[in-house]
Each structure stands twice: as C-alpha cells, then as structure tokens.
C-alpha cells in the first residue's frame, strides 16, 4: 500500500514538472522525406509498341441516357485499346515497381483531376500518389456516379449532378491499377494507380512515356495496359543519363 | 412526531393538484362541436384521427385562416403557407426554404397527406401534426416568435374571437389551440385520385400512358427500381412512403461525413446517421426540388442517383442495392411518377377563396 501512494506521488509530481516544462513533449518525429539529389539523379524514357493489327473503332452506344449522346456531339468510340497508325500505343500506365523501397516522398499538395465530360472519363488513366487529393468533376449536363472499384483501398462510390460542386478523396494505400466505372452509365471507364512515389507516367499518343529525377540505381520498370494486361524489364539508371526503356505488346496470333 | 400515512398521502396530493394546477391553464384545448367526416380520395386509406383533437368545421376553418396568417412571424412576413403554399402543393420551389433567420438547413416537404404519417419532419422529432404546427412559429431560422407572442397577436386580433368561441366555447387563445386548429386544417390536405389511382384502384386501364404503366411495373419490381420498397404501393392504397428513416448517401461529404446528421439527432442511434424520412411521391411532379436537401433538381436527376445506388457511406440502408435501370426504364420512371399529381381538396386555398 505504501508503495502505491509513492508511485502516486511519484506520478502525479511528474505530472506536476511536467506542466511547468513549456516545451511539448509529444512530438511525433517529423516524416523524413527522401530528398532526390539532382546531380545523381537520371531519367528513363521509352516508347510503347502494340505489334499486331491495329483494333478497329467500336462505337460506343450511349442511348442509355439521351443526354450523353447530345452531350458527346458526335459519334463515341471505344478508347480501352487506341494505337495509331504506326503502331504506338497510348493510354498505358508505366511506373517503377521494385527499387524504391524504403524511401519515404513527400506528398504532392497539388490535386490530381478527373472530369466526368461528355459521358467519359477525362482522363481516362491516372496516377496519383498515396494521401494526395483526388479531385472529381462533373461538366456534363447530367448525374454521374463515380465508383473506383479499389481492393485494397477502400471502395465507394458517390454521385454527382450537373453543376454539383468538385468533391475531393483520397487513396492511402498503393494499389495497381484501381477500375473506376460510372454506376450510371456502363459504358464509362476509367482506371487510377496509386504509388508511394512519384515515379510513373501515361503513354501519350505516340506511345512515349518519360520518368524523370529518378535517383540513380536498378529498377523494376513496369507496364500495365487494361487490354493487354502487364510487363516488366530490368533497368538501371545512371546519374544525368536517360536510360531507354521500349516495351512491346504482341497482338493476338 | 409521526403522521399517519393517510395524512401524508393526502398532503402529498394536494400538494401535486396545487403544482399541476399552476403548470396547466384551466383552458380546454379540445375543439366542441362534431367531428367533420373528411372525403378520402381515391387511392388513400381511411385517416387516423386523434381522439382529443377531432376535426370540427369550425377548428378546420380557424386551421385555415391560422395557416395563411403573417402574424404568426416576428416581423409578420411569414406564414405557413409561405413555405407550404398550395400553388406548389405545400412546397415552396426552393432548395433551402427562407426564413427569418436566413436559409433553413432543410428542403420544405408537402403538407399533402401528411396526417397520415406516423413522424413528422425530414428527421421526424414531431409524432403528431398537432405537435409538428407550432415548431417552424418559434424556430429561429425560420418564423422566430415566442409562443407567448403569438398568443398575444391572435388574441390581439378582433376577428379570431368569435372563431375561438365557436370551435372551442371561449374565446382564449393558447398555443395548444392554435397547434390543434392548424393540425385540424392540415388533416384535410389530403390528395389522391391521381392517373395512378383510377389505373391501379379505380379500374381505368387507360389512365395510364403505355410508358407510364411499364413505369409503375419497374417501380414495384424488387429486381429493377425497387422503389416500393420504401415508396409504399398497397393492395388498396398508397401513400408512396413507408413513413420511415434510410439512408440513401444523400448529403455525406469527404471521409463519410454528414453535414446533416439527420434521424440520429433525434435517436442518438449511429446507423440512423444520415437517415431521414421517405418523402411521400404523390404530386411530386410539381414538388421539385428534390431530397432533403433539395439538391437534386428533376426526376431525372433523382432516377439517376437511385440507378448510381446512391452514395456509398457507413450507413447506407441496405434497401439502396445495385438496381439496373436501362434507358427505357429511367425515362418510364419519370413518366410514372408523373402520373402521381392528385386532385388538390376544395377549401384549402387562403380564406374567403376556393
């Protein structure tokens, strides 16, 4: 017993000191960034080849909801596979893999954007990194309901109306690739990866992609495409170097 | 010293007559006179009526001159039928109604059969009409008078007095009267016999557009709109409101927050969190905006949200499943529910109209 009130005792004086000490004594330790030295860092930059028949246009059909068609103006095509005329093929995600481990970055304050205009998704696939805000708009004339169908992150989905104010998500953990659909109509399709790091690209057009201020090192470099599915290469990047990375995707035989 | 219990027990009650005396006027709220037999439209069930409030002529009409009445608002601006106004079936048009203390939190519902529903109010804190009438008179937001100023207006007013007298044999005003003479009015508000009506119960297959039926059958098909879950389709009658709280994700925010908490105020229960009463269907053609919140602006916009399954959050009822609607089935909805405008009573308008 007499132990027990001098533990007290010895508690509440501690308490006591402590109040009196003005400086905080529950500091969280501050996140140590990884801070990418430029003068060792490189890039690596490639160009995305799909090797069999280029696809033909598919219509889309949109007369699930009137509005959408007179919202597109004009004829919809399918965009889950476009190459161009000399086989490039746009719309894939490239991103590194494995060779970042360990390294902690920073959080982008500025806002990734996805616009429900026309009845598509714009744009259509996305990156964004762990905790960085996530921005949904809606400038078509109609109600839309985006619906990211996340595994590991957690799925919702949440309706918007024409003229209804931007709302912001966010994903807290890293997931390739997140299918996001539109609950109201089928046909609208979009796709979100989310990383610990900043280290991806889409493929524009012509099926070019550029990762840059990469610190120098060996790398997994990755490709995912919704169609064709995933590849991946070994790649080491030396300092103020831009080393090349090409992928090609085999059509069916 | 001892008592003797009897002596006790008698103090005791005089003591408890004495108290109740001073917190109850000796003033009796219940109108005399006969009850009124209220017309029931087609399409709607019998009207519960409570047994210390009968509707009489004469409390129905004093209801009626109560409700069109600007006195009953701090600066005299403001009556009921402001934002319940007949035009537009007891709504107001806004999204948010205006009131004196600035835009109310909520979208205005229809008087329209309201007496029919067990729970007054988007989150249901009335029980009764009679309860409900003199809430929005004191609320600051929106007609912001003390009981007791409202009493002392209408009994300022020459021409109540012989309304009280004859609805309830003196001419005291209360603030019990005057719920009870605007829940009366309220109780003959009722529409039905729409196109629905004569097609489902009064046998008129035509009443109905082609669309308008296909409409109604993915209304009540569990596997298509499944809208009758909640907007209640009876074997007799409908009153398009199951007269209950779900949350349909209407109004949560970023990380599943709910600006308007909804029926959890009154419960404290968490599923109740952002859950608020079905609102009735009837006449919802002219009752645009939509939603608690009067966000949604058309039918449209209200099929494509229930088609989008809501929004999804922690307490989504369990009622807003995946629903499959093509494009046929969006557009019969909206046809359907615009085959729901009912007849509007006579005698409902301000007094001395029709």
Redesign the interface.
């Known amino acids: 017993m007499k132990m027990k009130i001098c533990l007290l005792l010895v508690v509440l004086s501690a308490g006591c000191s402590k109040k009196s000490n003005t400086v905080p004594v529950a500091v969280l330790d501050a996140p140590a960034y990884f801070k990418v030295d430029a003068a060792s860092a490189g890039s690596i930059s490639g160009k995305v080849k799909f090797a069999g028949p280029r696809p033909r246009p598919q219509l889309i059909n949109m007369e699930e909801d009137p509005a959408c068609v007179m919202a597109h103006a004009g004829k919809a095509y399918d965009e889950s596979l476009v190459v161009d005329a000399h086989g490039a093929l746009g719309n894939a995600f490239v991103y590194i893999s494995r060779g970042l481990e360990g390294k902690n970055f920073e959080t982008p304050t500025t806002p990734v954007v996805i616009d429900q205009r026309g009845c598509w998704f714009r744009p259509r696939l996305l990156g964004l990194q762990t905790g960085q805000t996530f921005k949904i708009v809606n400038s078509d004339p109609v109600t839309h309901n985006i619906h990211p169908m996340a595994m590991v992150n957690r799925e919702w989905n949440h309706s918007q109306g024409p003229g209804d104010d931007p709302m912001t998500r966010r994903f807290i953990k890293p997931e390739i690739m997140i299918p996001v659909k539109c609950n109201i109509h089928s046909w609208m399709h979009a796709y979100i990866g989310v990383l610990d790091h900043p280290y991806f690209a889409v493929t524009k057009d012509d099926g070019s992609f550029e990762i840059k201020n990469l610190p120098a090192g060996t790398y997994t470099i990755s490709i995912w495409q919704e169609k064709l599915g995933t590849q991946e290469q070994q790649i080491t990047v030396a300092a103020q170097t831009n080393a090349t990375a090409n992928f090609t995707y085999k059509g069916k035989s | 010293m001892f008592f003797r219990p009897w002596v006790v027990s008698m103090t005791m009650a005089a003591v408890l007559l004495i108290v109740c005396d001073g917190c109850r006027s000796h003033v009796q709220d219940k109108p005399i006179g006969q009850s009124v037999s209220i017309p029931i439209p087609l399409g709607l069930p019998p009207l519960p009526l409570p047994r210390d409030n009968p509707p009489t002529a004469d409390a129905v009409a004093l209801g009626r001159a109560l409700f069109y009445d600007k006195h009953l608002s701090q600066d005299d601006s403001l009556s009921c039928s402001s934002c319940h106004n007949p035009q537009t079936y007891f709504t107001d048009g806004q999204r948010l109604s205006k009131g004196l203390g600035g835009l109310s939190l909520r979208n205005a519902p229809t008087v329209m059969n309201a007496a029919y529903l067990p729970f007054q109010f988007w989150d249901g804190r009335a029980l009764t009409l009679e309860e409900q009438a003199a809430s929005p008179i004191a609320d600051p937001l929106e007609m912001n008078q003390p009981h007791n100023v409202s009493v002392k207006k209408i009994a300022a007013n020459g021409e109540y007095k012989a309304m009280f007298v004859e609805t309830f044999g003196s001419d005291d005003v209360t603030i019990g009267r005057i719920e009870n003479a605007l829940a009366s009015f309220e109780r003959t508000l009722l529409s039905g016999n729409s196109a629905f009506d004569r097609y489902q119960y009064g046998g008129d297959q035509t009443a109905l557009t082609i669309s308008q039926a296909r409409g109604l059958a993915v209304f009540l098909d569990p596997n298509k709109g499944n809208c009758a879950s909640c907007h209640t389709v009876r074997p007799h009658d409908a009153l398009f409101t199951d007269g209950k709280f779900h949350n349909t994700?209407e109004g949560?925010?970023?990380l599943d927050q709910f600006s308007d908490i909804g029926r959890y105020h009154e419960t404290k229960v968490k599923t109740d969190t952002g859950a608020f009463k079905t609102p009735t269907l009837r006449n919802v053609a002219h009752t645009a905006p939509y939603m608690h919140d009067g966000?949604?602006?058309t039918l449209?916009?209200v099929v494509?949200?229930y088609?989008?399954?809501?929004?999804?959050n922690l307490y989504l009822d369990p009622e807003m499943k995946?629903i499959h609607l093509?494009?046929t089935d969006?557009e019969d909805l909206v046809a359907f529910m615009q085959s729901l405008t009912g007849e509007m009573p006579p005698n409902v308008g301000p007094p001395g109209k029709k």
Do not use: H, P, Q
């Not at chain 2, 088609?307 to 999804?312: R, W």
């Open positions: 994700g949560v925010g970023d966000r949604l602006k449209k916009e494509d949200f088609a989008g399954g809501g929004n999804s995946k093509n494009g969006r």
